[in-house]
């Protein structure tokens, strides 16, 4: 086993087999856990259970143990009390957290790569990466508060995720939420820190990224396939969020042999678009 320990945080990597168990979530450390394999709750009550390839967040104070159901490869990260009084995380008793999207697969890629290179000390830029990670967990935990709170808000979301690859109209969104169009627009980006249309964006650059990793097909195909104006358009926006062009994440994701999340969204292939608004 590969390790990097410090005062604020541990970076532990190592193949289980099926019979093991880690125990997450102590008093006052939180742990991300990156497995590709097989991984569930040892609890009678079963509250998780995944399969593939999984990053997830077990916050502080709700202790959990984990078993492995097959041989899986896992990458540990315990994150200390100092580093995490950096960022607020509200999580209610549902851990672990499931982190998703193109952000959080390069980032922990990222963390692979330093941690091979850095496995006999810290590093700031390891450091530098588990903020980041922890700036996503609090993100993902804000917009799933933000769901239970407006029940509208959170339809209004559902809609636009199962259609992204669509186009939307403002005042059918605003009719569907039952509110006004400047409401639904002042209450979207307070609630999840984007407009309608960056959101929409990220949606598409998060399905563009997964084609990237899961297929060959060219960059013309993906950037029309993901609803972009042009092959041009698409490396733009894929660079300013992403910080890569599109054919340096292929090679990225390919080389590492991480498998992409799989889309929850491949029916929409197909689909005539039924409402619109420009994004």
Known sequence: ???IVSRDY????Q???PGLTLKFGAETDAYFCFVSGAISDLNPAKRFAYRGANLLFFPPHQPRSAGFDESSQCLVVRVGPAMLSRVRIELQDRSPLKIEGWEAL????????????NADSGSLIVEAII???????????REEHA????AWLSNV???IERQYLNEFRLSELASLAGVHRVHLVREFRKHYGATIGQYIRKLRIDHACQLLGQTNLPLSEISSTCRFADQSHFTKQFRKLSGLTPGAYRNLVKGSEIVSRPSIHHEQFGKNAHVRIGV
């Open 106 to 117: 390069w980032l922990i890629r990222k963390l692979q790569g330093e941690f091979l290179k």
């Open 131 to 141: 903020l980041q990670l922890l700036v996503i967990a609090a993100r993902c935990s």
């Open 157 to 159: 979301r559902n809609v």
């Open 15 to 17: 193949r289980y087999i």
């Open 147 to 150: 769901g239970n709170t407006r």
């Open 10 to 13: 541990d970076v532990s990597d």
């Open 1 to 3: 086993m590969q390790e």
